[in-house]
C-alpha cells in the first residue's frame, strides 16, 4: 500500500504538468489552456483527496489483518496448552479453529487482490482472465480444504489437512500477485511519463530560444524513464520464473526466497526512478519560472 500511495502522488505531479505540456498544440487556444490548467488542478486535488483516503485505508486493513493474526495465534497457543495437558479434544478443536480462520483470511486475501485485478487498467482483459484464473484456482483449493478440515475427526486427518494447506503456498501466490499488481501499476506510470517525455522536447525549444538551459534535465528525464522501464521489465521477467517455480512441490524454497526478494528490489529501484522523475519535472518548472517569472513557455 506503501508503494500504491508514493505512484498515486507521483502520478498527481505529471498529470498536473501534462496541460502545460499539451497547450503547445497549434489549435489550442489560450481559454482552452486554461480550462486545461483548471481541470488539471481540479486533478490533483482530487488526487491529494485519495491519497488521504488511501492512507486511512491502509492503516485500517493494517490493522485488521494483525488483529486477526493475533486471534489465529492465540486460538494456535491455546490448542498446543490443551495438548501439553492431555486434552486431546480441546486441542482439536482449537487447530480446527486455527487452520479454518487462516483458510477463511487466504481467500479474503485472493478476493481482494483480484478485485484489484480487476480495477487495474494497465492489465490487458486476456492478462486480467489469465490472473483471476490462477486466483479463482487457488480459492477453489482452499474451499476444498476447508471442506477436509471441517469433516477432520482426528488429530491424524488435522495433520493432513494442515500439510495440504501448507503445500497449497497461499501466501507466496498471494504476495506474487500483489506484485504483478504494483508492476502494472508502474508500467502504466511509466507509459504516462513516455508520452510526457516527446513533449518536453518542445519545452526544450522553447526555453533554449528563450536562453534557458534545461537540457540536462530532460536528458536526465529520460535516463530515468528507462531507467525505470528496465528495471520493471526484469521484474516481470522474474515474476514469470517464480511463477514456474512455485508450480513444483519440490521447488526450493531458498531459491523461490531469492527470486521474491529481487522481484521487490526492482519494483523498489523502478519506483525510485519515477519518484526521480517527478523531482525532475519539478525542477524543470522551477528553473523556467525563476528565470522568466511570466514566462508563457510551459503555457502557451
Known amino acids: 500500500m506503501k508503494k500504491t500511495i508514493a505512484l498515486v502522488i507521483i502520478g498527481m505531479f505529471v498529470l ?4 502545460f505540456v499539451l497547450a503547445d498544440e497549434a489549435n489550442a487556444t489560450q481559454k482552452q489552456g486554461r480550462e486545461e490548467i483548471a481541470a488539471a488542478r481540479k486533478a490533483v486535488n ?4 485519495r491519497v488521504k483516503e488511501l492512507r486511512e485505508e491502509r492503516k485500517e486493513a493494517y490493522q485488521e ?3 486477526k493474526r493475533s486471534e489465529r495465534l492465540e486460538i494456535l497457543k491455546e490448542g498446543r496448552q490443551a495438548k501439553r495437558v492431555g486434552k486431546t479434544n480441546e486441542s482439536a478443536e482449537k487447530f480446527k479453529s486455527y487452520l479454518l480462520k487462516t483458510a477463511e483470511q487466504w481467500i479474503y486475501e485472493l478476493n481482494e487482490i483480484k478485485s484489484k485485478v480487476q480495477a487495474t487498467e494497465e492489465f490487458t482483459e486476456q492478462q486480467k482472465s489469465e490472473i483471476i484464473s490462477k486466483i479463482d484456482s487457488q480459492i477453489s483449493s482452499l474451499n476444498s480444504i476447508k471442506s477436509q478440515i471441517e469433516a477432520a475427526a482426528t488429530m491424524e486427518q488435522i495433520k493432513t489437512a494442515a500439510k495440504s494447506l501448507r503445500e497449497l503456498r497461499v501466501d507466496s501466490f498471494r504476495k506474487v500477485f500483489s506484485l504483478r499488481v504494483l508492476s502494472a501499476r508502474i508500467q502504466g506510470h511509466i507509459n504516462r511519463a513516455n508520452v510526457l517525455e516527446k513533449r518536453l522536447e518542445v519545452i526544450l525549444q522553447k526555453a533554449k530560444e528563450k536562453g534557458i538551459d534545461i537540457n540536462a ?4 528525464f529520460k535516463e530515468k524513464i528507462t531507467l525505470a522501464e528496465d528495471k520493471n521489465k526484469q521484474s516481470q521477467s522474474k515474476l514469470i520464473q517464480v511463477f ?25 529501484e523502478a519506483g525510485s526512478a519515477l519518484k526521480d522523475v517527478h523531482n525532475i519535472l519539478k525542477s524543470i518548472v522551477i528553473k523556467i519560472k525563476a528565470a522568466e517569472p511570466k514566462s508563457t513557455i510551459l503555457e502557451e
Request: hydrophobic share 30%; proline share 5%; net charge neutral.
Open 46 to 49: 482530487e488526487s491529494r483527496e
Open 217 to 220: 534535465e530532460v536528458t536526465s
Open 16 to 19: 498536473s504538468l501534462v496541460p
Open 65 to 67: 489483518r494483525k488483529d
Open 244 to 268: 514456474d517455480l512455485m508450480k513444483s512441490p519440490s521447488a526450493d524454497k531458498e531459491q523461490l526466497k531469492t527470486l521474491m526478494n529481487e522481484v521487490r528490489q526492482l519494483l523498489k
